[in-house]
């Protein structure tokens, strides 16, 4: 009976982790993806469109296209020096049922070279 209940705790716990894991991992692959695709976009010969393709290849490589449905880029700046900026809004990896539902937004950034 005992080794039921503490089972079942050491399951939950485990599943938590893996859980934190997941997200951690895929909002590392989303950041990078996002600054590579700003990169790209920053470069003289390119436009920000440019970034956005590149962004949604490394996500559909490293992790999955449906992470890869709402990226955005733009140019602006930041802290006072032209940038550009890409924006990725993916859901949030579920592991089964449990865990939380929504959005994770990441951004990236690179100093525009056309300016």
């Known amino acids: 009976m005992d080794f039921v209940l503490v089972s079942v705790?050491?399951?939950v716990l485990f599943l938590g982790v893996v859980q934190v894991a997941l997200a951690v991992h895929v909002?590392?692959?989303?950041?990078?993806?996002?600054?590579?695709?700003?990169?790209?976009?920053?470069?003289?010969?390119r436009t920000p469109a440019d970034g956005v393709v590149r962004t949604e290849q490394l996500i559909a490589g490293s992790l999955s296209s449906r992470y890869a449905q709402d990226v955005s880029a733009r140019r602006t700046?930041?802290?006072?020096l032209p940038v550009v900026e890409?924006?990725?809004s993916a859901p949030l990896p579920v592991v089964g049922l449990l865990g939380p539902a929504g959005v994770i937004t990441v951004e990236g950034h690179a100093l525009d070279e056309t300016a």
């Open 9 to 11: 705790l050491v399951l």
């Open 86 to 88: 890409v924006t990725v």
């Open 77 to 80: 700046t930041y802290a006072g």
């Open 27 to 45: 909002r590392a692959m989303l950041i990078d993806s996002a600054a590579e695709g700003a990169r790209v976009a920053a470069r003289a010969d």
